[in-house]
C-alpha cells in the first residue's frame, strides 16, 4: 500500500512527478499500446478517491503523524537535494574518488 500511496499521491501532490508518464512511455515505445491510449490514461484520475482516503488514513498511522502533521508535511516547499550532509559529502569528495573509480573498474576488467 505505501509503494502505491507513494507514487500515485505523494509524488504527484508533491513533487509534481507522475510515474505513470514514464511507464505509458515504455508501453508505446515497445508497441504494446498508442500513444492516444497513453494519452487517454493520464487524463483518468491518478488515484479513486474512496481508496485514497482509506490508504492516507492507513500510510498516516503506520507513519505515527496525525493528519494535521502529515498535511503540514506534504504542503511544505520540497527541499532541494544539496541541502542534505549527503550531497555535500559527494560534492567535497568525488573529485578525490573519481581517479580510483576507473583504476578499479581497469583492474575489475
Request: net charge positive.
Amino acid at each position: 500500500i505505501f509503494t502505491k500511496f507513494y507514487q500515485h499521491y505523494i509524488l504527484p501532490t508533491k513533487f509534481k512527478v507522475d510515474k505513470r508518464k514514464a511507464h505509458l512511455s515504455n508501453l508505446i515505445c515497445s508497441g504494446q499500446i498508442k500513444r492516444e491510449e497513453a494519452l487517454k490514461k493520464l487524463e483518468e484520475p491518478i488515484y479513486n478517491a474512496e481508496e485514497l482516503i482509506i490508504d492516507k488514513a492507513y500510510v498516516i498511522k503506520k507513519l505515527g503523524f496525525s493528519e494535521e502533521e502529515f498535511d503540514a508535511i506534504m504542503s511544505q516547499k520540497p527541499k532541494d537535494h544539496r541541502e542534505f550532509k549527503t550531497e555535500k559529502f559527494f560534492d567535497e569528495y568525488y573529485p578525490i574518488i573519481k581517479p580510483f573509480k576507473k583504476i578499479y573498474k581497469a583492474i575489475k576488467n
